[in-house]
């Protein structure tokens, strides 16, 4: 089991932000978290991360209990793709991702030709080797966040957090990552994600976790979790699911505007 979550809750000063989650996430799985503006699902990731540890519960990755791990023994277990990030790294491409692979040097030592190795594996494994000696501020954001994946990669974690790692990127760019990150799903990492489009949940996901009122309201298949019903109550807002292609696909649409036109 790649992450089990037991009677998570967490708050920030006096105000609960998670209450009482418990989830299991199991190997090879991609699975996007739903919920509206300032639910929680930051949070939920910095918990798992270990970013916020003040949370009262048990978060166990990979089999080991959260709060037994060092900071070195946690990024051998879970790598994390912020939100979109403004660039600091002046660096070469291959520099960005030759950072992540530490995790295994002893300490103060560099990095190696095995390292090396690594990160240009990464590189080319996400298909962006061609960018290794561009400089990172200089590659288009779409660039940057596959970077970043490849960054994820070299790290070498079973398990790899994401959040909204499609925010800023345009439509191609958005669905190569998504399809990027299906496959590497496929190949048995874990993926934990959030996003704020339901469609890529269908698209994208083999489960789908819903976060309202820092409740855990739904987890499962996404044809199963993602209703009418669900979206409209989540975002106040009239949606209704529709298939597509023999129901290979679904896709929301909110229908007050259709009925307006
Ligand atoms: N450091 C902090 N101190 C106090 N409150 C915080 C802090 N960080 C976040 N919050 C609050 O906790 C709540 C959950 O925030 P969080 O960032 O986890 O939401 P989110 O679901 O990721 O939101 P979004 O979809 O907008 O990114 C929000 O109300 C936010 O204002």
């Known amino acids: 089991m790649s992450i089990e979550v037991t009677n998570l ?12 989650l418990t989830f299991s996430i199991p190997d090879g799985t991609l699975v996007n978290v739903l919920g509206p503006n300032g639910v929680g699902k930051s949070t939920l990731f910095r918990c798992i991360l270990g970013l916020d540890p003040g949370y009262t519960g048990h978060i166990a990755v990979n089999g080991k209990d959260l709060r037994r791990l060092s900071i070195r023994e946690r990024a051998r277990e879970i790598s994390y793709i912020p939100q979109s990030h403004a660039p600091v790294y002046d660096y070469e491409v291959v520099d960005v991702v ?17 390292q090396l190795e690594r990160a240009h594996e ?51 760019n958005t669905m190569r990552v998504l399809s990027c990150v299906r496959q590497l799903a496929r190949e048995g990492l874990s993926i ?32 199963e979790v993602i209703t009418s019903k669900l979206i409209s109550e989540l975002y106040d807002l009239e949606v209704e699911v529709n298939s597509l292609y023999g129901d290979k696909v679904r896709v929301c649409v909110p229908v007050r505007e259709i009925e307006r036109s």
């Open 9 to 20: 809750s967490f708050s920030y000063g006096s105000r609960e932000i998670l209450r009482d």
């Open 98 to 114: 030759l950072m992540a692979t530490g995790n295994d040097l002893k300490m103060l030592a560099t990095p190696g030709p095995a």
């Open 122 to 172: 990464a590189l080319a494994r996400i298909g962006i080797e061609h960018l290794a000696h561009r400089t990172y501020t200089q590659i288009s954001g779409g660039e940057q966040q596959l970077v970043l994946i490849a960054r994820a990669l070299a790290q070498n974690a079973r398990t790899i957090i994401m959040d909204e790692p499609t925010s800023a990127l345009d439509y191609g």
């Open 192 to 223: 934990v994600q959030s996003t704020h489009n339901p469609d890529h949940a269908f698209l994208y996901s083999d489960a789908t976790m819903v976060l309202a009122e820092g409740r855990l309201a739904a987890f499962g298949n996404p044809h």
